[in-house]
């Protein structure tokens, strides 16, 4: 989506001003004055876009990638040798990561990176906004939900961690309890609700406003009893409520459900509670448009002409059957975020064909023309199978192993950009997923309100994605599976099967079932710089 992130001359200087910062000569106050820093809401939103750009870096990519390889929702093997990528990929399946695993590393880096950033714009801007500024109090409250988002995340991947708000303050800080964390974050989001704003749509779209906060603390209540051991489902339906209550957000109906997450959505979208907007030509500040590969990841290389992209695809992602087999609905329009089976052109007519030799579909083939030509459709297979070395998580490199595995293309290829970056905004919270936590949380026990039931909630959200009749009955299992198919490849799938209790289940090639492992351990190079941390116990 473009045109919404911050811009212009306000962040050029603060981005600036807070490299300054780190160097210990420069004074925070030596530069900045109420004269050249934001006096209103505008300028504020401009002078804001550090913690934002922090925030989109890697949420698409390395957060993705711990939060959906690490369930049944995807999978990322080796061809080849190609993609092996020192073993990060595998570990993140069969879940036996070290602290020295690449992702878990970075993941950790990116969070406390924006932790720091937005610890930094908050004593900056704090200090120059003048207090007889009436947009003070909502601008930082903004950017204290940014951090309380991060913090969130994680303390949902690595359980125990250290709370840092002052900027400057380099003491070693130990990780502290997971239930302590919850509580600092529920604090600081209730104690921002009253100045956010409640404006939805272009005003604010990308931005956290009233309705961000209470989706967030709603997230945390309906995972409440595995973070903290205390049940908060009546609290979860309570701030649930607060969403649906606003009259603002409403669910896609079924023939929109899937433009949703095209290259041209945005503020129009009426389901987007918070979303990270992601624009190509946002700018040539690192980070600026942060890391949005879902095509390169996902697309078949062989389909590159149809989606018409700029780029050949890598395509070593995609899904499990297990993840799959909850799309058995004929009649369910989500079933349309999956490429499976043999492929077409988008007339639906014309074959997608490669031409390649007998040993270069088949690399087990030992007939003497090896070498000659041979011409397929593509056939999009829904099994993963380590035909080439089981211990180095390799299909092979021939055509079967790139067909392997059912595509997603939710996100939709972005043929309009020049470069494997694509406009798709990713949305955070969605209104379906208030709708969907509010039916769970009546399941578990929390008090029905609105007359609502947890049946009328999943058929609300049903009515709006298939034509099959209305559901009966509803059990935490049919709240489960609708989930997996209303979220696939958005980040929460890992936090569902924890929550579920399917996380030490068998899938694909993982049998691990130790539940050290629902979080992940702190980093090596996080004990360099923190001395006073302490490891998760398992590792």
């Given at each position: 989506?473009?045109k919404l992130l911050p811009s212009g001359a306000l962040v050029v200087l603060f981005m600036y001003l807070v490299m300054a910062c780190h160097d210990v000569n420069v004074p925070v106050n030596t530069e900045l004055t109420p004269d050249i820093f934001p006096q209103n809401s505008a300028?504020?939103?401009?002078?804001s876009g550090p913690p934002y750009a922090a925030f989109r870096g890697n949420f698409s990519l390395d957060y993705w990638f711990m939060q959906s390889l690490s369930s049944d929702e995807a999978i990322l093997p080796a061809r080849g040798g190609n993609w092996f990528d020192n073993q990060?990929?595998?570990?993140?399946?069969?879940?036996?990561w070290t602290k020295d695993h690449g992702w878990t590393n970075s993941c950790w880096n990116w969070l406390s990176t924006v932790i720091g950033t937005t610890n930094q714009a908050l004593s900056i801007l704090g200090q120059t906004i003048p207090a007889s500024s009436t947009a003070k109090?909502?601008?930082?409250?903004?950017?204290?939900?940014?951090?309380?988002?991060?913090?969130?995340?994680?303390?949902?991947?690595?359980?125990?961690?250290?709370?840092?708000?002052?900027?400057?303050?380099?003491?070693?800080?130990?990780?502290?309890?997971?239930?302590?964390?919850?509580?600092?974050?529920?604090?600081?989001?209730?104690?921002?609700?009253?100045?956010?704003?409640?404006?939805?749509?272009?005003?604010?779209?990308?931005?956290?406003?009233?309705?961000?906060?209470?989706?967030?603390?709603?997230?945390?209540?309906?995972?409440?009893?595995?973070?903290?051991?205390?049940?908060?489902?009546?609290?979860?339906?309570?701030?649930?409520?607060?969403?649906?209550?606003?009259?603002?957000?409403?669910?896609?109906?079924?023939?929109?459900?899937?433009?949703?997450?095209?290259?041209?959505?945005?503020?129009?979208?009426?389901?987007?509670?918070?979303?990270?907007?992601?624009?190509?030509?946002?700018?040539?500040?690192?980070?600026?448009?942060?890391?949005?590969?879902?095509?390169?990841?996902?697309?078949?290389?062989?389909?590159?002409?149809?989606?018409?992209?700029?780029?050949?695809?890598?395509?070593?992602?995609?899904?499990?059957?297990?993840?799959?087999?909850?799309?058995?609905?004929?009649?369910?329009?989500?079933?349309?975020?999956?490429?499976?089976?043999?492929?077409?052109?988008?007339?639906?007519?014309?074959?997608?064909?490669?031409?390649?030799?007998?040993?270069?579909?088949?690399?087990?083939?030992?007939?003497?023309?090896?070498?000659?030509?041979?011409?397929?459709?593509?056939?999009?297979?829904?099994?993963?199978?380590?035909?080439?070395?089981?211990?180095?998580?390799?299909?092979?490199?021939?055509?079967?192993?790139?067909?392997?595995?059912?595509?997603?293309?939710?996100?939709?290829?972005?043929?309009?950009?020049?470069?494997?970056?694509?406009?798709?905004?990713?949305?955070?919270?969605?209104?379906?997923?208030?709708?969907?936590?509010?039916?769970?949380?009546?399941?578990?026990?929390?008090?029905?309100?609105?007359?609502?039931?947890?049946?009328?909630?999943?058929?609300?959200?049903?009515?709006?994605?298939?034509?099959?009749?209305?559901?009966?009955?509803?059990?935490?299992?049919?709240?489960?599976?609708?989930?997996?198919?209303?979220?696939?490849?958005?980040?929460?799938?890992?936090?569902?099967?924890?929550?579920?209790?399917?996380?030490?289940?068998?899938?694909?090639?993982?049998?691990?079932?130790?539940?050290?492992?629902?979080?992940?351990?702190?980093?090596?190079?996080?004990?360099?710089?923190?001395?006073?941390?302490?490891?998760?116990?398992?590792?």
């Amino acid at each position: 989506m473009k045109k919404l992130l911050p811009s212009g001359a306000l962040v050029v200087l603060f981005m600036y001003l807070v490299m300054a910062c780190h160097d210990v000569n420069v004074p925070v106050n030596t530069e900045l004055t109420p004269d050249i820093f934001p006096q209103n809401s505008a300028q504020f939103i401009q002078a804001s876009g550090p913690p934002y750009a922090a925030f989109r870096g890697n949420f698409s990519l390395d957060y993705w990638f711990m939060q959906s390889l690490s369930s049944d929702e995807a999978i990322l093997p080796a061809r080849g040798g190609n993609w092996f990528d020192n073993q990060n990929y595998r570990m993140l399946h069969y879940h036996n990561w070290t602290k020295d695993h690449g992702w878990t590393n970075s993941c950790w880096n990116w969070l406390s990176t924006v932790i720091g950033t937005t610890n930094q714009a908050l004593s900056i801007l704090g200090q120059t906004i003048p207090a007889s500024s009436t947009a003070k109090p909502t601008n930082l409250a903004e950017l204290k939900m940014v951090r309380a988002m991060a913090y969130f995340m994680m303390m949902d991947v690595y359980g125990n961690v250290p709370i840092d708000t002052t900027y400057g303050d380099f003491s070693p800080h130990p990780n502290v309890a997971r239930a302590q964390v919850f509580s600092f974050i529920e604090k600081e989001v209730k104690a921002a609700l009253p100045y956010l704003s409640r404006v939805s749509g272009q005003a604010t779209y990308g931005r956290a406003n009233k309705f961000t906060a209470f989706s967030l603390l709603a997230k945390m209540y309906v995972n409440a009893e595995y973070y903290t051991g205390t049940q908060r489902y009546t609290d979860c339906v309570v701030a649930c409520d607060s969403v649906i209550n606003s009259g603002l957000y409403s669910l896609e109906p079924r023939s929109s459900y899937l433009q949703m997450f095209y290259p041209n959505n945005g503020p129009q979208m009426k389901e987007f509670i918070f979303a990270i907007p992601y624009d190509p030509a946002a700018g040539t500040l690192p980070g600026t448009n942060g890391m949005m590969y879902h095509a390169r990841y996902d697309v078949p290389r062989s389909e590159t002409k149809k989606f018409n992209l700029p780029f050949t695809p890598s395509a070593p992602e995609s899904t499990l059957p297990e993840y799959y087999a909850n799309f058995k609905d004929p009649n369910d329009i989500r079933n349309n975020q999956w490429l499976t089976g043999l492929q077409f052109m988008n007339d639906g007519v014309t074959p997608i064909t490669v031409t390649t030799t007998k040993k270069g579909y088949d690399q087990t083939y030992t007939g003497s023309d090896g070498s000659a030509a041979y011409t397929y459709q593509v056939n999009l297979t829904p099994d993963v199978v380590l035909r080439q070395d089981v211990a180095t998580y390799d299909c092979g490199n021939d055509e079967i192993a790139w067909n392997m595995g059912y595509r997603n293309i939710k996100f939709y290829p972005d043929a309009s950009s020049t470069s494997r970056n694509q406009n798709n905004d990713v949305p955070v919270f969605r209104y379906s997923d208030i709708i969907l936590m509010k039916a769970e949380a009546i399941l578990r026990g929390g008090t029905p309100t609105l007359g609502h039931t947890a049946l009328s909630l999943v058929n609300q959200l049903r009515a709006n994605r298939t034509t099959s009749a209305a559901l009966s009955s509803v059990t935490l299992d049919d709240v489960y599976t609708e989930r997996c198919r209303e979220f696939a490849w958005e980040t929460w799938h890992r936090n569902d099967m924890i929550r579920f209790g399917k996380f030490e289940g068998k899938w694909g090639f993982k049998t691990d079932a130790d539940v050290n492992h629902r979080i992940f351990p702190i980093p090596t190079a996080a004990f360099t710089v923190n001395s006073a941390l302490s490891q998760n116990p398992g590792y």
